[in-house]
């Protein structure tokens, strides 16, 4: 199973042999890694599916369950099944507490898919007693889907700081919404990654032009809080450490406002990754940190190996971090300003190395992904930086805050009108899967090749 299937084998053991050849440590490095993941996965896996709750699934009978929210809850969109609509549900990750089956009750901590058609508005971190069914799910991240039955009661809420980011975040949704639009709704979703604003039809644009990372909270924004607050602190404070230390501190808060999703800590992690190599100014410690990173994230949580965003999120921070600096010197062979060089390079070089998993996921490439990307780069450091001042002061300052987020309008229209143009252009169809990955690299290869050939013969 996994890795041992017959189609993964016909890549690893060629690879392997070839490794081995060409230098035995680092195939023996590599091969480690992967007995390691693989035995993480199955011993996680394994400890899910067997779990007492298993014997219960798709049996319908009632079990009452004491829970903690994982995750913000989130409405779902009606279903026609058969001519009936079915009205929206409510669904969020729950971490399971105490299980009560007839007299019967189990403590056990398993993580759950809750659904209930109650429309709820309870914070992360908030316990609640729910009575329901459970289902097997094809999501491999949890133990079963629990689909609670009447009402589901809250045993207590969040903590002092969940209660306080809520607020925050609450505040700052509704001055957003004042300004109005997709606009509007785009704000609190880029800064803090609230897209209850956002319409599921402005949701597929940015999808078709390749700009669905900015409907949410990203390792972008990490970086850019991170790269704003190390600018102001200079002012203030001479000395490299204090300011690393206030800046790790003032991201950590910013981890606990956006919510601390796997996708959130993740770019905590990356960006991380990238201030670590960018003070150090070492090169050689780039690529190393950036595989201790993957190997943290993967021993916490092994699901992330197979999660598409966690692909994305590596292939992104390693096209930046080994690709930023050769596209911007090619890029400057053509345009002669090197801050805009270096201004381009980056959703360039973040955006190319992406293609082959964005293809191999989703069987398509939207010719107007990159140029999309350039073109609303300018507009997201505005947006981030006073958005996330706008935030803060909105709970203490609430007319100032409207002012700072209404002054990010023509910003967010900019993004959204770039998204509206860009979905119009089809997109181009290519295979799934390990074919389309290879389309990806083939395309990056041969482009990597005519730019450096129209280099040279423009120098000549």
Same mark, same amino acid.
Request: some cysteine; overall charge positive; hydrophobic content about 50%.
């Given at each position: 199973m996994g890795l041992m299937s017959h189609q993964y084998l016909v890549v690893i053991i060629p690879i392997g042999a070839w490794l081995i050849g060409w230098h035995k440590s680092?195939?023996?490095?590599?091969?480690?890694?992967?007995?390691?993941?693989?035995?993480?996965?199955?011993?996680?896996?394994?400890?899910?599916?067997?779990?007492?709750?298993?014997?219960?699934?798709?049996?319908?009978?009632?079990?009452?369950?004491?829970?903690?929210?994982?995750?913000?809850l989130v409405l779902g969109q009606p279903k026609n099944e058969g001519g009936y609509i079915k009205p929206a549900s409510t669904t969020a990750l729950v971490s399971g507490i105490s299980f009560t089956i007839g007299n019967l009750t189990e403590s056990a901590h398993l993580p759950l898919r809750l659904t209930t058609s109650e429309?709820?508005?309870?914070?992360?971190?908030?316990?609640?007693?729910?009575?329901?069914?459970?289902?097997?799910?094809?999501?491999?991240?949890?133990?079963?889907l629990f689909a609670a039955r009447g009402q589901c009661v809250l045993i207590h809420g969040a903590s002092?700081?969940?209660?306080?980011?809520?607020?925050?975040?609450?505040?700052?949704?509704?001055?957003?919404?004042?300004?109005?639009?997709?606009?509007?709704?785009l704000i609190p979703g880029l800064v803090l990654g609230d897209t209850?604003?956002?319409?599921?039809?402005?949701?597929?644009?940015?999808?078709?032009?390749?700009?669905?990372?900015?409907?949410?909270?990203?390792?972008?924004?990490?970086?850019?809080?991170?790269?704003?607050m190390m600018w102001l602190l200079q002012w203030f404070i001479r000395q490299l450490r204090p300011r690393l230390i206030i800046n790790a501190a003032v991201l950590i808060g910013f981890i606990f406002l956006v919510r601390p999703s796997p996708s959130v800590l993740r770019a905590t992690v990356m960006v991380a990754v990238m201030l670590i190599a960018q003070f150090r100014g070492s090169?050689?410690?780039? %690529?190393? &940190?950036?595989?201790?990173?993957?190997?943290?994230? @993967?021993? #916490?949580?092994?699901?992330? +190996?197979?999660?598409?965003?966690?692909?994305l999120s590596v292939a992104a921070t390693a096209g930046i971090l080994l690709g930023q600096k050769?596209?911007?010197?090619?890029?400057?062979?053509?345009?002669?300003?090197?801050?805009?060089?270096?201004?381009?390079?980056?959703?360039?070089?973040?955006n190319l190395l992406c293609v082959p998993v964005t293809i191999a996921l989703s069987g398509q490439f939207s010719v107007m992904s990159i140029p999309s990307n350039i073109f609303v780069?300018?507009?997201?450091?505005?947006?981030?930086?006073?958005?996330?001042?706008?935030?803060?002061?909105?709970?203490?300052?609430?007319?100032?805050?409207?002012?700072?987020?209404?002054?990010?309008?023509?910003?967010?229209?900019?993004?959204? %009108?770039? &998204?509206?143009?860009?979905?119009?252009?089809?997109? @181009?169809? #290519?295979?799934?899967?390990? +074919?389309?990955?290879?389309v990806g690299i083939s395309a990056i290869a041969i482009g990597w090749l005519l730019l450096r050939g129209a280099s040279a013969l423009r120098l000549r």
């Open positions: 680092v195939a023996l490095l590599l091969i480690t890694a992967l007995c390691a993941g693989g035995a993480l996965m199955a011993i996680r896996q394994r400890a899910l599916s067997e779990s007492f709750l298993s014997r219960y699934l798709d049996q319908k009978g009632s079990i009452t369950m004491v829970a903690s929210l994982r995750s913000d429309q709820v508005h309870w914070l992360p971190g908030s316990v609640v007693r729910c009575t329901g069914v459970v289902y097997s799910t094809a999501e491999k991240r949890v133990a079963a002092s700081v969940g209660r306080l980011a809520g607020a925050i975040r609450s505040d700052f949704r509704h001055v957003s919404s004042r300004v109005g639009g997709d606009s509007g709704a209850s604003l956002e319409r599921h039809e402005f949701i597929q644009e940015m999808l078709s032009a390749g700009l669905t990372h900015l409907t949410a909270v990203s390792g972008e924004n990490f970086a850019i809080i991170a790269a704003f090169k050689s410690s780039v %690529l190393p &940190a950036l595989g201790l990173a993957i190997a943290l994230l @993967i021993f #916490l949580d092994p699901f992330e +190996a197979t999660d598409p965003g966690f692909a050769p596209v911007a010197s090619s890029l400057n062979r053509f345009i002669r300003s090197q801050k805009l060089c270096e201004l381009l390079a980056i959703p360039l070089a973040a780069e300018p507009a997201i450091a505005p947006i981030t930086i006073i958005g996330f001042i706008a935030a803060l002061i909105t709970p203490v300052l609430p007319t100032v805050g409207y002012l700072l987020a209404l002054s990010q309008k023509y910003f967010a229209g900019w993004i959204c %009108l770039v &998204a509206h143009v860009s979905s119009l252009v089809p997109v @181009i169809p #290519l295979p799934r899967g390990w +074919a389309g990955a290879g």
